[in-house]
């Protein structure tokens, strides 16, 4: 696609329910980021893969959280066990190499709701 | 996050330039970015600066960077009612990938 897609766009699930998000980047993209959103805050760092490795997992809060991009194109993000401050906006960004000049091509994010 | 800072609302009538500040602590940040995020859409990088520079223009955006201070700022000239938005400011270090951003500063353009 010409973008970078998230599906679904909105979730509403109810606490300890596990949860999947769906990450579609750019074509030929080899680096792919999470980051979350929490309400009135920028993003923050969740994990960044290049290629199929986790190359930096640092940012994921817990062990509810896990991502995967078994093919180096797609990547899902799971969450076991959702709490309410799980409540987000997580955001998947790609860019063509691993580098630091923040050519980070966002898609429109997958809003989140625990209740 | 708490590690760069920016004013939360800014209010400027169409055709006025607007100025966005950002102040971060990171002494070691060597790239410090603008992203744009429009509702219902994704952030959109506007532009960056290298941390050896003092200014960077690019169109109707200027960027000016005061390392000593550890202050950044966007202008925006002739502003436009498409320019509402809220604007992030961000930045790396230089062996980092990983952005840290603001919580952003809401830019309502009126007419």
């Known amino acids: 696609g010409a973008g970078v897609s998230q599906t679904p766009s909105n979730k509403v699930t109810e606490k300890g329910k596990y949860v999947e998000l769906r990450c579609d980047p750019i074509?030929?993209?080899?680096?792919l980021y999470w980051y979350r959103q929490s309400l009135g805050q920028g993003p923050e760092f969740l994990i960044y893969f290049q290629g199929t490795g986790a190359a930096d997992d640092s940012g994921l809060p817990n062990d509810r959280f896990f991502a995967v991009r078994p093919e180096g194109s797609v990547s899902t993000l799971k969450i076991q066990r959702t709490e309410r401050g799980d409540s987000a906006v997580y955001l998947c960004?790609?860019?063509?190499?691993?580098?630091?000049?923040?050519?980070?091509?966002f898609g429109e994010g997958s809003r989140l709701t625990v209740l | 996050g708490e590690d760069v800072e920016q004013s939360l609302f800014l209010s400027v009538r169409e055709g006025d330039s607007s100025v966005i500040n950002c102040t971060y602590t990171d002494s070691s940040s060597t790239y410090l970015y603008w992203y744009k995020q429009e509702p219902g859409a994704g952030l959109q990088l506007l532009t960056y600066?290298?941390?050896?520079?003092d200014m960077k223009q690019d169109q109707r955006l200027t960027v000016l960077l005061n390392k000593k201070d550890k202050h950044l700022s966007l202008r925006i000239a002739d502003t436009q009612t498409g320019d509402s938005a809220i604007y992030f400011c961000?930045?790396?270090?230089?062996?980092?990938?990983?952005?840290?951003f603001g919580a952003g500063t809401t830019v309502t353009v009126r007419a």
């Open positions: 960004a790609s860019s063509l190499g691993g580098g630091i000049t923040g050519e980070l091509f």
């Open positions: 961000a930045e790396t270090p230089s062996n980092d990938y990983k952005l840290s």
């Open positions: 600066i290298f941390s050896n520079m």
């Open positions: 074509s030929g993209h080899t680096a």
